[in-house]
């Protein structure tokens, strides 16, 4: 399938629509959109970035690039690590959103946020701080403060409170979205005029889930609701290490288990290895054996449950239930019991961890300039097996065994993410990744395994082997989306 490359005709009508300061073809501005890591290295320049303000602004664009065969790649405000930019030559059109920033609504009773597509982690977090103290809000954990709400929650990502009420999408109530066959729709209880935005099923179906994971292919979501949860003033963070991967997986799934319970109160779960410990290390400096982490106290695996709670005697109950379970299972069932610790963490460390937003814990001291993060999801008693075969793989290619691994839903899934450092400059370890990523995900999908954001030439592998399912998403998306013009290249779309 071929696009139009837009021209200064196709500028115009864009100035046009919104404004001659909010729609650019300036070669500087359109390459400052690339981005080619964290979650991607297939991006390419879009030929013209333009910047709406509201709903009607964008069905205007998405209406004339249909009619154009223009493709169309929306962004929220970040670019996800080159993830939203466009994959395919010419880039055609890229709306940034950013300028779609205002906090709507905030419901204490109903207990959701509505937002437009550039509200900040950074500026819904400071604005509930100050007004709506008592609530939290749903930012991504790990994500910078100039990471979007909207964008990391409809493709499906994890907030600071994922481990105990589950995904991001899950929290998802209802949106309103733009298609490029002009229809403008809001999912759920939104539907009805006048409703509010409390019932995430609707009238039924349920169309919106049809939406989520879609990474801007079919329309553009133009406001969401999203549950907030309680924001509780006693917290902290219990660490134990091991020596394996398997001893983390087993005691922290012995844990996720006590619904009703402490699993409830531990919001975020995570763990890894070491090589993820040494975070801002200049590069000279760290010594890459495991020996020197070993005389720190950094054991080779390790787990951590940041846990919120009410009252100061019921995070004392928390805290004290983990550590004995984790005893417990040391004693009786661990693999390595001698290896089993409890992590004592300085009171500087667990406010670090308490800040947010906060920025996942990169190992800036084995970049060379470039890292990429392959994330998949797996039943949690399979996140050992893969943490196994992901840090083997790693090796044999010639990275470092980076991995993290976070919980879901009180360890019904898990998030599995190695971060591979590459040196990006070098054509030979671009190569090398890629050939690692078509190895690993011929095994993981063998497994039963997903991709959280699969790319769009080795990840497609899973549309096709879910032919049935990938069907019926392509024609959902040939109803809303006739030309095709939307991402192409994601999904395995068109």
């Not at 405000?77 to 959103?97: M, N, Q, W």
């Not at 890894?272 to 495991?290: A, E, F, Q, S």
């Not at 039943?379 to 992901?390: E, G, I, K, L, T």
């Amino acid at each position: 399938m071929s696009y139009k490359l837009p021209d200064e005709k196709d500028l115009e009508a864009m100035i046009g629509i919104v404004g001659k300061n909010y729609a650019t073809n300036n070669k500087a501005i359109t390459a400052s959109y690339l981005a080619k890591s964290v979650m991607g290295l297939e991006s390419q320049i879009p030929d013209i970035v333009v910047r709406p303000k509201y709903p009607e602004e964008i069905r205007k664009i998405l209406l004339y690039c249909s009619a154009e065969k223009i493709a169309v790649s929306p962004v929220s405000a970040g670019l996800s690590g080159g993830f939203a930019c466009p994959t395919i030559k010419p880039g055609g059109v890229l709306l940034d959103l950013s300028r779609m920033d205002r906090i709507i609504e905030i419901d204490e009773d109903n207990r959701y946020v509505v937002v437009e597509p550039g509200v900040t982690n950074g500026q819904l977090w400071a604005y509930m701080a100050k007004n709506y103290p008592d609530w939290a809000p749903p930012i991504a954990d790990g994500a910078p403060p100039a990471a979007t709400v909207m964008g990391d929650a409809i493709d499906r990502g994890f907030s600071l409170y994922t481990s105990s009420v589950g995904p991001q999408g899950d929290n998802f109530m209802c949106a309103e979205i733009v298609f490029p066959n002009g229809d403008v729709i809001r999912t759920g209880s939104w539907a009805l005029p006048f409703a509010k935005p409390f019932y995430k099923y609707g009238l039924g179906p349920d169309m919106w889930s049809f939406l989520m994971g879609s990474q801007g292919a079919m329309g553009v979501v133009t406001k969401v609701a999203v549950k907030i949860y309680p924001h509780p003033k006693f917290k902290t963070v219990v660490a134990w290490g091991m020596s394996n991967p398997h001893d983390m997986q087993d005691l922290t799934l012995e844990v996720g288990k006590q619904e009703f319970g402490i699993s409830h109160n531990t919001v975020m779960v995570q763990g890894g290895n070491y090589p993820l410990v040494m975070t801002r290390w200049p590069k000279d400096k760290i010594p890459h054996n495991y020996e020197f982490f070993e005389k720190i106290g950094v054991s080779r695996w390790w787990m951590n449950w940041e846990c919120w709670a009410q009252t100061q005697e019921e995070l004392d109950y928390v805290v004290n239930r983990i550590n004995s379970m984790a005893e417990d299972y040391k004693k009786n069932r661990a693999k390595d019991p001698d290896a089993m610790k409890p992590w004592e963490l300085h009171p500087k460390q667990i406010a670090s961890r308490m800040k947010k937003p906060n920025k996942i814990a990169i190992p800036y001291a084995f970049w060379e300039a470039g890292y990429l993060f392959i994330t998949w999801y797996t039943p949690w008693n399979d996140c050992a097996q893969f943490a196994d075969m992901y840090c083997k793989a790693m090796e044999k290619y010639g990275f470092p065994p980076v991995m993290w691994i976070a919980s879901i839903e009180r360890c019904r899934q898990a998030i599995c993410m190695p971060i591979v450092c590459f040196d990006s400059t070098k054509q030979s370890d671009l190569e090398k990744v890629q050939e690692m990523n078509r190895e690993t995900t011929e095994y993981g999908l063998k497994q039963g395994w997903l991709n959280y954001r699969p790319d769009p030439f080795i990840h497609i592998e899973a549309y096709y082997k879910a032919s049935m399912y990938w069907k019926y998403l392509r024609a959902f998306k040939k109803l809303v989306d006739p030309n095709m013009i939307m991402h192409p290249g994601r999904l395995a779309l068109p």
